[in-house]
């Protein structure tokens, strides 16, 4: 997809997280990019187009149960990579999220007009 299209604004992020599908937990040693709309995560595991699926991305190792949770579903799978879009997220969790992707990106004053035109998940 051309960056002209999206409407977030993508961040390479290098953390550890979870893409829970139909109860199988597939780990990421790092995500290869993160939006408030979605992310892209790199997997030769193939899962079907428009499965629902949870993800999750820990804060702190010292405490487990802080992270972003997000549900979405499967938006694209080609054997090399599967793309999530959001669909679903707390308002703690949007609140994390805007924050990563603000802190992580080259024009913060962009992100900040981004959560401002699009407050939730889009």
């Keep these: 997809m051309s960056e002209e299209k999206r409407r977030f604004t993508r961040v390479q992020f290098n953390m550890a997280a979870d893409l829970t599908v139909n ?8 995500i290869e990019n993160l939006s408030v709309g979605g992310c892209l995560l790199v997997t030769n595991v193939r899962l079907e187009v428009g499965t629902t699926c949870r993800f999750w991305l820990p804060l702190e190792q ?22 999530v879009r959001f669909t679903k997220i707390t308002p703690e969790s949007l609140f994390h999220l805007q924050n ?23």
């Excluded at 109860?23 to 040693?29: E, L, Y």
């Excluded at 010292?62 to 793309?83: H, T």
Aim: include cysteine; aromatic fraction near 6%.
């Design 23 to 30: 109860c199988n937990v597939i780990s990421f040693s790092n």
């Design 62 to 83: 010292a405490n487990p149960d802080l992270g972003v949770e997000v549900y979405g579903e499967i938006a694209r799978c080609d054997g090399e990579s599967v793309s």
């Design 100 to 122: 990563i992707i603000r802190f992580n990106a080259p024009d913060p004053d962009g992100i900040d007009n981004e959560i401002s035109e699009h407050p939730g998940l889009m």
